[in-house]
């Protein structure tokens, strides 16, 4: 979902030499082979949008697999970036890498501060690793490397498998089932209590370009600016979208994660940057997605 949002922010931004590999064609956990791509290529940019990401139960469940795919992949590009002379790199953290009960919004300075959300705590983990690889190469070797921390994200090919999706994709996929199927309820997991922030991934790929020409610094950057929603509001939002009028249900014995998401934009928003879109626009957008390609 990423990479393709960042292949088409690149092109709208008027960049013509792209270069990207699908999972299938290169496995960047391979030192030896992601070596040989940037070798054979000689990227100026690098923007790593690859990653292992799921949702609450994905990351809960296999804290093991976050914690080595996205280290190995992080570290072989960050590396390459450095031993191949790129200009510049972006590495994409992501907003459960703050503290779980940090101030509201969450400040980039509060980082390091306290004990993450334990559900994805392997995932976390390596992400502060990737930020942290970043600003080592900065100061020892004066690499231009950046790390943006972009907030829940949602849209076009997002993940739809139960077992893996984030929350929009999931509901989505469910009641949209649900309505077809004539089924008269589902189930949510938790309270529906928590509140997540959710910006649309081609306003975060918009922000990531933005970031390669008006950001050099160490410390990493939020991109929000996004909607604030109940994860019970979302539901409602979801249902009118799917046309499912059925019974929801609420799973309290999955967990709710941390109790609220909502990332400061204050620092982006004083480089020039704000998103642009509506989140009902592209909730909408997301659903004729699935419908598209999925259901
Ligand atoms: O989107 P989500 O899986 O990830 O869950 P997080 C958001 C909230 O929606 C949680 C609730 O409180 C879930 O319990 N929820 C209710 C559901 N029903 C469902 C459902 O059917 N599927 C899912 N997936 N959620 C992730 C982190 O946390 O955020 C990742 O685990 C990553 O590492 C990602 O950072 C951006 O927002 O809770």
């Known amino acids: 979902m990423v990479g393709r949002a960042l292949w088409r922010a690149m092109e709208a931004a008027g960049f ?39 949702g609450i139960e994905a990351n809960r469940t296999q804290p ?16 390459g970036a450095h031993t191949h002379d790129a200009g510049k790199l972006l ?15 969450m400040r980039e300075d509060s980082l390091f501060t306290g004990p993450v959300e334990p559900t994805n705590d392997g995932y976390a983990a390596a992400k502060l690793a990737g930020l942290k690889m970043c600003q080592a190469y900065r100061e020892q070797h004066g690499c231009d490397f950046i790390t943006a921390i972009p907030t829940n994200l949602f ?6 498998e139960p077992e893996r999706s984030h929350v929009i994709p999931a509901l989505i996929a469910k009641y949209h089932a649900a309505k077809t199927n004539g089924d008269d309820s589902v189930t949510n997991w938790g309270t529906g209590d928590p509140r ?47 046309g499912y009028t059925g ?31 509506d989140f009902g626009e592209k909730l909408k957008l997301a659903f004729v997605d699935y419908c598209e390609r999925v259901a």
């Open 16 to 54: 013509t030499q792209i270069i990207g590999r699908t999972r299938a064609e290169l496995d960047l956990r391979d030192a030896v082979a992601t070596d040989e791509f940037l070798q054979s290529e000689k990227p100026d940019v690098i923007l790593i949008a690859a990653a292992k990401v799921g």
């Open 64 to 79: 093991a697999d976050f914690f080595f795919d996205n280290l190995q992949i992080q570290t072989n590009l960050i590396h």
């Open 91 to 105: 590495f994409l953290g992501s907003a459960c890498i703050y503290p779980r009960l940090a101030e509201q919004p």
């Open 155 to 160: 849209g076009q090919h997002d993940h739809y």
């Open 196 to 242: 997540r922030e959710f910006l649309n991934v081609d306003d975060a790929a918009e922000a990531c370009v933005y970031l390669l020409d008006n950001y050099s610094n160490a410390e990493p950057i939020n991109i929000a600016g996004g909607t604030e929603i109940s994860i019970r509001e979302l539901n409602n939002k979801i249902a009118a979208l799917t």
């Open 247 to 277: 019974a929801v249900e609420w799973d309290t014995e999955k967990p709710d994660g941390m109790p609220r998401k909502l990332l400061d934009n204050s620092r982006l928003t004083e480089l020039g940057w704000q998103p642009k879109t």
